[in-house]
């Protein structure tokens, strides 16, 4: 399993009911119905994933994000989980508040425009980035909503969601000393677990 998705599944219980937003294969949710016992369901757009989801055997909905997720009740899921899809969407905080609607926490990961890389690609060449862990130039990226961890912290504080857990990695989703001490500056990956403002 990829090295991302292996944090992502530590973070999640055993028999949780897991909702996989942009689930890409279902490599996630095959692992963790098969390791974790979870109730999982993915959503994804790509009819290609589609197909290869169900020969998995993982249980899949053909939904474009964007058109929200009203077909869903409160308190649906455990976990909703975003892997690298937070800042693809039109609108990421409205997307935060659906997630924490239908699910009692979230996970989230993306890529930080922050990185030091990034600054130096800006700072020195005058041209947006295109690194590892950005690969796309600016006219075909799928990423139009680029933050810094810090700005996805005050996002965050503003709407007075908990930040449970966070974990910060580079680009081999290797945890470092140096990231842990300026993850902002160091970090290329970060995962959050979130909860719902003041517990609600």
Request: with cysteine; proline share 6%; aromatic share 10%.
């Amino acid at each position: 399993m990829r090295a991302d998705l292996s944090i992502i599944a530590d973070l999640i219980h055993p028999g949780a009911r897991v909702l996989d937003l942009g689930c890409g294969t279902g490599e996630l949710l095959a692992f963790l119905q098969t390791e974790r016992q979870v109730n999982g369901y993915g959503l994804e757009i790509d009819p290609g994933n589609i197909t290869t989801c169900v020969d998995k055997g993982v249980n899949v909905i053909e939904q474009n994000l964007d058109e929200g997720l009203d077909n869903f009740p409160d308190d649906s899921f455990d976990m909703v989980v975003m892997t690298e899809t937070l800042q693809s969407v039109r609108a990421p905080e409205r997307m935060l508040d659906e997630m924490l609607r239908i699910g009692q926490e979230c996970i989230v990961t993306f890529p930080n425009f922050g990185h030091w890389r990034c600054r130096w690609h800006l700072s020195w060449r005058g041209r947006m980035p295109v690194a590892s862990h950005l690969p796309h130039s600016w006219y075909d990226t799928p990423n139009i909503h680029l933050c810094t961890f810090d700005d996805f912290e005050r996002l965050c504080q503003d709407k007075r969601l908990e930040i449970i857990e966070r974990f910060v990695v580079d680009h081999r989703h290797v945890n470092r000393p140096l990231i842990n001490r300026f993850p902002n500056f160091f970090g290329t990956y970060a995962f959050y677990r979130l909860g719902r403002p003041n517990g609600g």
